[in-house]
Nanobody
Framework: QVQLVESGGGLVQPGGSLRLSCAAS????????IDWYRQAPGKQRELVAA???????TYADSVKGRFTISRDNAKNTVFLQMNSLKPEDTAVYSC?????????WGQGTQVTVSS
């Protein structure tokens, strides 16, 4: 059974940094695209970043230059380094993988950016 477990969220002041982790079991991450999404209260879920099996990455315009997605295939883990955080980055962040037409999501981790 595929399971994704996020960690690393928390409360941080504007301008601060957090590093989120997404650890997988039941799946070998390396051949798949792994995404980070976020959802703020009252807003639609949005794609934040994606990393491909080649190591290529894509980012939402709102986080370009501030967030970095990476993967450690040996640890079957994907990371999201978030720098220069802003209050509008406050949301529940979830990792996602599409595997054989089935969407798998983690439980999410709360990120709150506030002074």
């Amino acid at each position: 059974q595929v399971q994704l477990v996020e960690s690393g969220g928390g409360l941080v002041q504007p301008g601060g940094s957090l590093r989120l982790s997404c650890a997988a079991s039941g799946i070998i991450f390396s051949p798949y695209v792994i995404d980070w999404y976020r959802q703020a209260p009252g807003k639609q879920r949005e794609l934040v970043a994606a990393i491909y099996s080649s190591g290529s990455t894509t980012y939402a315009d709102s986080v370009k230059g501030r967030f970095t997605i990476s993967r450690d295939n040996a640890k079957n883990t994907v990371f999201l380094q978030m720098n220069s955080l802003k209050p509008e980055d406050t949301a529940v962040y979830s990792c996602h993988v599409l595997l054989r037409a089935v969407h798998y999501w983690g439980q999410g981790t709360q990120v709150t950016v506030s002074s």
